[in-house]
């Protein structure tokens, strides 16, 4: 069984493309070769700045033979019928079979399609994974037509057996396949041959290429943990940077050096994002003194002078960039020191939409509205607006400005610096979360209060101007922010009718600055579209939602979620479905007789008039119910209600299985339809049982 | 190349380096533009030139303004008035990479001690309608060079490709001269009987000019220019192409093409006296590329611009 070795070997493939590159590269190709009627026992799959290997292990050496049968039209089929199979299946006459059957004789194609060679297939599939391979964005390069991550140079494709090994003959756009590939860009420049893939890894290693990003990654996490460890201190892990820095290197050496005294006041987020973003630096931490104190770079080449040289020079940058960073803070913390009135001041000139107003109307607008809130979330009004009035001023700190990714946090610092109280600092580095799905909700309750003022005048301010979401467009985040209200409101436990409450007001505020009202009922409908994308990913059906949205105070989204899981958990157990289908039929009889009759059978039933034990034991099993649901609902406990709900389902059961409700007497009649008014009645103000599907 | 070179020791030795080593690969050295522009892409040998079918390769250095830039000439990094130096080749040669390395070698970047690095850089320009895929290059963790496959220019596709470098000529220079303020690096060789500084040169229009672009220009005066540049660009695209005085085929792309330079120019200054909203801003770089291009369409209409 030969091996297979396919290596693309191009200019920098950017860092983050490679591991998606290397499953594509693989799946691709198996798939292309199997489909094709090869086999195969293993494939690995490799990447490095400058290549993509992959290596199929026990390929066979051809296809199996194929054959392909097709039935055709009968052997005194019009002409026109005959001929149009033969151009389809491209034979003469008298190739086709005919076997005889009950209609007489009937042609058959019958095509061996003999096994074919493993190199034909190999280049056929190679050739249409290059040309249509996934990259997130590919280009041309030179006078070709040909699109790759960035230019393509040589395609490496090696078939090896016990008799050897041979390059599997194909051109794409002029390349030609070879047995050859190169090593380290400067340490070993040069091509080389080689036989197979062990032959390769080998090679490539001695030529200052380690071709496994696992082998560079755990190599970059050793010698930078070794580096460090030496100086006492350790490395702060970084899963995503270390994988962005294995695929940028052929040749991992990791350099440690110090960041000097001057910039160790900085705040440790600062030091690591900039570290980070600018020089894909690791932040190497002081455990005595907590602090980031050091660095390590990892550089692609074994310098003659061990790194003297490549060290100094980043350092150097380091130091220019942390001079930006230290100005910037320094300057930031006077103006923090100062009150933040100049940046206030600033946010004024700010566009947040050209009919929105500026950033200093939409913070005004958040802090009334935070006001408003601030009761619901058990947090202090005067604290609460204090808070959103200075929560987004660091957008104007210098700070902010360099690395917008620490806005809110360097808000907490700042805030901190000025003296003003925790819960502001907090609401200040909190009140953008939560970001995402996963991402944590914050329960400080100035914090909950700035956060929901900030998400809910985002939707009402957007609403008002028409900016909605539509279909994959939403420019401005609102979805996000819809799911932000929701998790804020359920994570806390917050109680309030948004549509009288936040979102009136919220929209109360837009309108009387903008002239435009936002549609309440409206928004608050793309709310609960948001919340049934929520609750599905909890287990909750939409149909269940619906069941509760149909219920008064719906807009307590706490209430409709409680509601929702107990109905949910409700409908699970044993009972759940069955009561639903006795209520279901209880209110088909009771709806068909309604319309017929012209009435509503809201008298209430008596239970004299009642004719059997069943009958005798719903109107027993009602009060009971009624007894229990009344006062849970008033407490708002509705798994009590659900509990009390499945106590019904015996007796409407039985009550359906012996009694007639259209019995001859129109008294019996009545007083049963009036009957099955109260379970109506009663199972309704648990949730709107007619929106559950089955 | 086993001679090691010797290292530079000043600014203009640098650039002159630099001229000789893309003239020798063949690039016309072009001079640069004579208009105010925000980097050497720009300039229409860049722009224009990277259109249509006929190869081209040319190198030049490119004053570059960025108004927004201007630190009264007290940061050691960032200027409002800086060099670039450009090479573009079309169609881009398979060894790009490896000449662009030769030009490093030649000003003294040594790979055996340095680390180089292309770490990926999506170039794009919302002004020029462009943008083109690379890296950016990184000697020992500092960004020396740009280097692009341009894809589309002025909304065409580029059909062949260009490869555009372009080397932040200060910057360069100041690492490999280990100058650690632009102000104090030798312009012209230290030991001249008159040696000079780019501080001896910049340091005083660095400060004229951060104040002239923070609160000296006038900016109404600004946004009537715009508009009159805007104008006048459309003006000259809307031409009939023959020309009656001549009797030639003339269509005015370079011409037009300079007031879009002017808009875009204009547009940095109004920035940096900052009366341009956030939204205001997408809808002047939108109107810039709508000029950008409509001179791109009208070039491709030219013999410079033409499929051969």
Same mark, same amino acid.
């Given at each position: 069984?030969?091996?297979?070795?396919?290596?693309?070997?191009?200019?920098?493939?950017?860092?983050?493309?490679?591991?998606? @590159?290397?499953?594509?590269? #693989?799946?691709? $190709? *198996?798939?292309? !070769? /199997?489909?094709?009627?090869?086999?195969?026992?293993? @494939?690995?799959?490799?990447?490095?700045?400058?290549?993509?290997? !992959? *290596?199929?292990?026990?390929?066979? @050496?051809?296809?199996?033979?194929?054959?392909?049968?097709?039935?055709?039209?009968?052997?005194?089929?019009?002409?026109?019928?005959?001929?149009?199979?033969?151009?389809?299946?491209?034979?003469?006459?008298?190739?086709?079979?005919?076997?005889?059957?009950?209609?007489?004789?009937?042609?058959?194609? /019958?095509?061996e399609k003999p096994g074919r060679a493993a190199p034909q297939i190999i280049a056929e599939v190679l050739e249409a994974v290059i040309r249509n391979f996934p990259w997130p964005k590919s280009m041309r390069w030179g006078a070709g037509s040909l699109k790759w991550v960035r230019p393509l140079h040589s395609i490496l494709c090696l078939l090896t057996d016990e008799t050897g090994s041979t390059v599997v003959p194909m051109t794409v756009e002029g390349i030609e396949t070879t047995n050859t590939t190169e090593g380290h860009r400067f340490l070993s420049p040069g091509r080389f041959a080689v036989t197979g893939f062990d032959d390769y890894a080998t090679k490539l290693k001695r030529a200052h290429v380690v071709l496994d990003s696992a082998e560079r990654e755990a190599a970059i996490w050793q010698g930078a943990q070794n580096l460090a460890f030496a100086a006492g201190m350790e490395v702060v892990e970084d899963k995503g940077l270390l994988a962005e820095v294995a695929g940028l290197v052929e040749w991992p050496v990791p350099l440690m050096g110090r960041i000097a005294e001057d910039f160790l006041h900085l705040p440790p987020e600062?030091?690591?994002?900039?570290?980070?973003?600018?020089?894909?630096?690791? =932040?190497?931490?002081?455990?005595?003194?907590?602090?980031?104190?050091? %660095?390590?770079? $990892? &550089?692609?080449?074994?310098?003659?002078?061990?790194?003297? *040289?490549?060290?100094?020079?980043?350092?150097?940058?380091?130091?220019?960039?942390?001079?930006?960073?230290?100005? %910037?803070?320094?300057?930031? !913390?006077?103006?923090?020191?100062?009150?933040?009135?100049?940046?206030?001041?600033?946010?004024?000139?700010?566009?947040?939409?050209?009919?929105?107003?500026?950033?200093a109307d939409r913070i005004a607008r958040i802090a009334a509205l935070a006001r408003e809130i601030a009761p619901l979330v058990g947090a202090d009004a005067d604290l609460a607006e204090q808070a959103a009035n200075l929560a987004k001023a660091d957008l104007r700190s210098s700070m902010v400005g360099e690395f917008p990714e620490l806005q809110g946090l360097m808000g907490m610092y700042y805030a901190r610096a000025a003296g003003l109280p925790e819960a502001v600092a907090l609401a200040a580095r909190d009140h953008y979360s939560p970001l995402g799905p996963s991402d944590a909700v914050p329960t400080d309750p100035v914090s909950v209060a700035v956060a929901l003022a900030d998400k809910i005048d985002t939707l009402t301010g957007?609403?008002?101007?028409?900016?909605?979401?539509?279909?994959?467009?939403?420019?401005?985040?609102?979805?996000?922010?819809?799911?932000?209200?929701?998790?804020?409101? !359920?994570?806390?436990?917050?109680?309030?009718?948004?549509t009288t409450g936040p979102f009136r007001k919220a929209a109360d505020l837009v309108g009387a600055r903008e002239g435009g009202f936002a549609d309440v009922n409206e928004l608050c409908a793309f709310l609960y579209d948001r919340l049934k994308v929520f609750l599905k990913d909890q287990g909750i059906r939409h149909d269940v939602i619906d069941a509760c949205l149909a219920m008064p105070g719906n807009d307590d989204l706490t209430l409709l979620v409680n509601r929702a899981t107990a109905l949910a958990a409700f409908l699970k157990t044993e009972d759940g479905p069955n009561l639903l289908q006795g209520y279901k039929r209880a209110n088909t009889i009771l709806t068909q007789a309604e319309q017929k009759d012209g009435v509503e059978y809201s008298f209430g039933a008596d239970i004299k008039f009642a004719e059997t034990d069943e009958e005798r034991a719903l109107f027993k099993a009602l009060d009971a119910a009624e007894g229990a649901i009344t006062p849970a609902m008033t407490a708002e406990d509705f798994p009590a209600a659900m509990a009390a709900m499945a106590q019904l389902r015996t007796p409407i059961d039985a009550f359906f299985n012996a009694v007639q409700v259209n019995a001859d007497s129109e008294i019996i009649r009545r007083n049963r339809l009036n009957l099955l008014h109260r379970i109506r009645a009663i199972c309704s103000g648990v949730a709107d049982l007619t929106k559950i599907e089955g | 190349m086993s001679d090691a070179i010797k290292a530079p020791r000043s600014f203009q030795e640098i650039i002159l380096r630099l001229q000789n080593y893309w003239g020798a690969q063949g690039c016309a050295v072009l001079q640069p533009y004579d208009m105010e522009v925000g980097a050497g892409t720009f300039h229409p040998a860049t722009t224009l030139r990277s259109l249509g079918s006929k190869p081209w390769a040319a190198a030049y250095v490119q004053p570059s303004r960025r108004p927004t830039d201007g630190r009264y000439g007290e940061n050691p990094n960032r200027l409002q008035h800086y060099y670039q130096y450009q090479v573009i080749i079309k169609p881009s040669p398979p060894n790009l990479q490896e000449l662009y390395l030769g030009s490093l070698r030649e000003i003294g970047i040594d790979a055996s001690?340095?680390?180089?690095?292309?770490?990926?850089?999506?170039?794009? =320009?919302?002004?020029?309608? &462009?943008?083109?895929?690379?890296?950016?290059?990184?000697?020992?963790?500092?960004?020396?060079?740009?280097?692009?496959?341009?894809?589309? $220019?002025?909304?065409?596709?580029?059909?062949? /490709?260009?490869?555009?470098?372009?080397?932040?000529?200060?910057?360069?220079?100041?690492?490999?001269?280990?100058?650690?303020? $632009?102000?104090?690096?030798?312009?012209?060789?230290?030991?001249?009987?008159?040696?000079?500084?780019?501080?001896?040169?910049?340091?005083?229009?660095?400060?004229?000019?951060?104040?002239?672009?923070?609160?000296? @220009?006038?900016?109404?005066?600004?946004?009537?220019?715009?508009?009159?540049?805007?104008?006048?660009?459309?003006?000259?695209?809307?031409?009939?192409?023959?020309?009656? #005085? =001549?009797?030639?085929?003339?269509?005015?792309?370079?011409?037009?093409?300079?007031?879009?330079?002017?808009?875009?120019?204009?547009?940095?200054?109004?920035?940096?006296?900052?009366?341009? =909203?956030? *939204?205001?801003?997408q809808a002047y770089i939108g109107r810039v590329r709508a000029l950008a291009k409509k001179c791109a369409d009208a070039f491709r209409l030219t013999e410079a611009g033409a499929d051969a």
């Open positions: 069984m030969p091996d297979l070795l396919i290596e693309l070997f191009s200019e920098e493939i950017p860092a983050r493309m490679q591991a998606r @590159a290397r499953e594509d590269l #693989k799946s691709l $190709v *198996t798939n292309g !070769l /199997v489909d094709a009627g090869l086999t195969y026992a293993s @494939a690995g799959v490799f990447s490095t700045p400058r290549r993509l290997t !992959l *290596t199929i292990e026990g390929l066979t @050496a051809e296809s199996r033979p194929v054959r392909e049968e097709r039935k055709g039209p009968a052997a005194t089929a019009p002409a026109a019928a005959i001929e149009g199979f033969l151009r389809s299946t491209g034979l003469r006459l008298d190739q086709l079979e005919r076997r005889a059957d009950k209609k007489g004789e009937t042609l058959y194609a /019958v095509v600062v030091l690591q994002t900039s570290m980070k973003e600018h020089q894909k630096f690791f =932040s190497v931490k002081n455990p005595k003194t907590g602090r980031i104190e050091g %660095f390590v770079t $990892v &550089a692609n080449t074994q310098p003659a002078d061990h790194g003297a *040289t490549i060290l100094k020079g980043n350092q150097k940058v380091l130091t220019a960039r942390l001079s930006d960073a230290r100005f %910037f803070y320094d300057n930031d !913390l006077r103006v923090a020191r100062g009150g933040m009135g100049e940046w206030l001041d600033g946010l004024k000139s700010v566009t947040f939409h050209n009919k929105l107003g500026s950033q957007f609403w008002a101007i028409d900016e909605k979401p539509t279909g994959s467009k939403d420019p401005f985040a609102l979805r996000r922010a819809a799911l932000g209200v929701i998790r804020l409101v !359920l994570g806390n436990g917050v109680r309030s009718n948004l | 001690l340095h680390d180089i690095r292309f770490v990926e850089d999506d170039w794009e =320009s919302p002004t020029l309608g &462009a943008w083109g895929l690379g890296w950016e290059i990184w000697c020992d963790g500092m960004e020396v060079s740009e280097f692009t496959y341009f894809q589309q $220019v002025g909304g065409h596709d580029c059909k062949p /490709v260009s490869g555009e470098l372009t080397y932040g000529l200060e910057r360069l220079a100041m690492y490999v001269l280990g100058v650690d303020h $632009v102000m104090n690096m030798p312009f012209n060789d230290p030991s001249s009987p008159i040696p000079l500084t780019y501080g001896d040169i910049f340091r005083q229009t660095e400060e004229e000019y951060s104040r002239h672009n923070f609160d000296g @220009a006038t900016t109404e005066m600004l946004f009537q220019h715009f508009k009159d540049a805007e104008a006048e660009c459309e003006r000259l695209l809307a031409f009939e192409p023959q020309d009656p #005085k =001549s009797g030639k085929r003339i269509i005015m792309a370079h011409p037009a093409y300079d007031q879009t330079i002017k808009a875009s120019h204009l547009f940095n200054l109004l920035d940096a006296r900052g009366v341009i =909203s956030v *939204t205001e801003r």
